[in-house]
């Protein structure tokens, strides 16, 4: 037997196989683009997607040969929702979190319902890269769509809802709307009233590893799946990630390398509101039952995305047609040392601390002699110093991180993983499997099929741990100067990127 893990990100999805001690049996991969229709609108082709979800999903299907898939689960970016009907019709795009459509809303709902007492009921606080703008702007500016759409379903409620089960959504997922309510594991009627939302347009909360159904027929058929397979409700990716690295006991912190750069640790209890909205800090539901996350995050792999897009235009399309990876060529062009460019990585909207929405990218110290390889180490250099500096207010929250366990495509890069070490100054864990997201979907699949007594057992067989990386000591007294040359540029550029915007 085994179990199928499916992780639909912002720019690309997964499907794996994983035998039920971890092995991994196959791997698909599709990559999309985000469409941008007007300037600040972010979205994707929903249909061009499912079919790339659907062909990853053959693809690993069919080597499965005699390890019939028995369950799956989906892991998925949070925010991101599908306009459908009852009867699986899709009617609309699917707006990214970094959409700014709706944020004309927040200055209103502020003023109605504090940032405070918002934490108190979601645990998060307003701002524009949750689902609840988009969708008041839906029905705002496009009420035909929203009177003929049924439910609006996130990611890892969606492609399920495609395969034939009834509509829902998980905890975690649920309050990347800033709808649920976190205590209650419900919709929140006071959230709903005051954004003029309707109930009946939500799916239901249910928590991670739930049974939800079974692949249909008729998808089946289509997929190459067997009869029967069971469906398990997933979760939001950086949760699902959490799992496929072994992260889900306090103290502990998963590492995402993946679009964003994604530091989540793990606690047993829900802080005091003040500490957590001093440090920009939200509280979400984890996948592992009893346990909450909050996650820093900010742009990472997207930026490795544009650099190469950018500075690699030909040699992409040279490597991808003889099966090279590219990333690793680019990175392998880094110096050994510290970066002479020093990045300001504000390519989108940030993530906490401020959620800074009208700055954008710089690259600082460039000469005639600067090479492509030292722009891409200062680029991801940028991206850790972020991390560093939200690492730093922990503390203050009552938070504590006992080791991070770097997951996504980043961490399949010693270099990347390296550097990031010598920055924050922690010892790094790489599993063996880095490909967390699809692993902690499978685990997941195989807890809520029974396979698995507890989501612990199912990380204890699953979850093996490669190699560690220790921060480097030398470079580590280097990137302190550094790190203190990077918390100078934000405020030094913070009015002129604002007007320049």
Known sequence: MSLLGIDVGTGGCKAALFSATGDLLALAYEEYDIQRPQPGWAELDVEAVWARIQRTIRQVAAAAG?????????????EAFVPVTRDRRVLG?????????????????????PDEQLYRINGNTWGGQYALTKLRWIRDHQPELYAATDVFLLWGGFVPFMLGVEPFVDYS???RTLLFDLDAADWSDELLALAGLERAKLPRPVPTGTVVGEVSRR????????????????GHDQCINGVGCGAIAPGQAMYGMGTYICMMPIFDHRPAPAAMI?????????AAAGRFVSFIYNHGGSLLRWFRDTFAAA??????????????ALLAEMPA???????????APTGPPEFIADSSGVLAGLKLDTSRGEILKGILEGVTFYQRACLETLPAAGIAIADLRAVGGGSRSDLWIQLSADILGRPFLRPRVTEAGVLGAAIVAGVGSGLFPSLAAGVETMVA???????????QRLYEQRFALYQRLGPLMRAYLRDLG
Do not use: C, K
């Open 315 to 328: 040699e992409r399309a040279a490597a991808q047609a003889a099966g090279r990876d590219i990333y690793a």
């Open 278 to 286: 001093g440090q920009g800090l939200n509280t979400e539901h984890h």
């Open 173 to 175: 997922l649920a309050n």
């Open 219 to 234: 998808a089946a058929e289509a997929l190459g799946l067997p009869p029967g397979v069971i469906v398990v409700a997933g």
């Open 465 to 475: 741990i490669e190699r560690t990386f220790e921060p480097n000591p030398r470079q």
């Open 93 to 113: 795009p699917s707006l990214l979190n970094f959409d700014v459509r709706g944020n004309e809303y927040l200055d209103e709902w502020r003023r109605a319902l």
């Open 66 to 78: 005699r390890d019939p898939v028995v369950a799956l689960a989906v892991s998925s970016m949070g």
């Open 337 to 347: 040392g510290p970066s002479r460019v020093m990045a300001l990585p504000h390519w």
